[in-house]
């Protein structure tokens, strides 16, 4: 087994956890599991937040997996690659934990910036395993 999976099963783990998030923090809207006895939903002010982070790991990690699928394909695992795929996993971690919990967007800038470089040094260490 090539050393990228278990980083990008990690970040795949992290999406289905959001997901689970998600359906528990709707359940008393949709399915009135949950609700406080007047009716409204313990969830209301996390749910947008869960939801719109859901989302984002759609979109920049996007590149971060396809950065791990072109060294996986050329058969190259530099320790760098590993560090920084790990790296990346921790901050995007990081990131839904501040989008979720906090309303702090200077920190979740921080955190993201965390993650944003580490997928360009992968793809840096990608572009270099290339041997063209």
């Not at 087994?1 to 998030?21: F, G, K, N, Q, T």
């Not at 919990?101 to 840096?124: D, E």
């Amino acid at each position: 087994m090539h050393p990228l999976l278990l980083p990008m099963a990690a970040h795949v783990a992290l999406a289905a956890l959001l997901y689970v998030l998600l359906t528990v923090a709707r359940a008393p809207k949709v399915w009135g599991i949950g609700q406080r006895a007047d009716g409204s939903n313990p969830w209301a002010t996390l749910e947008p937040r869960i939801s719109a982070n859901l989302s984002n790991q759609f979109e920049w990690p996007l590149f971060f997996h396809i950065a791990c699928l072109l060294l996986i394909q050329q058969h190259a695992a530099p320790t760098a690659a590993l560090w920084l795929a790990w790296i990346f996993v921790a901050g995007r971690l990081a990131h839904s934990a501040v989008q979720i919990f906090t309303g702090n967007v200077r920190l979740r800038g921080l955190v993201f910036t965390i993650n944003f470089l580490a997928t360009l040094g992968l793809w840096l260490v990608a572009l270099a395993a290339l041997r063209v």
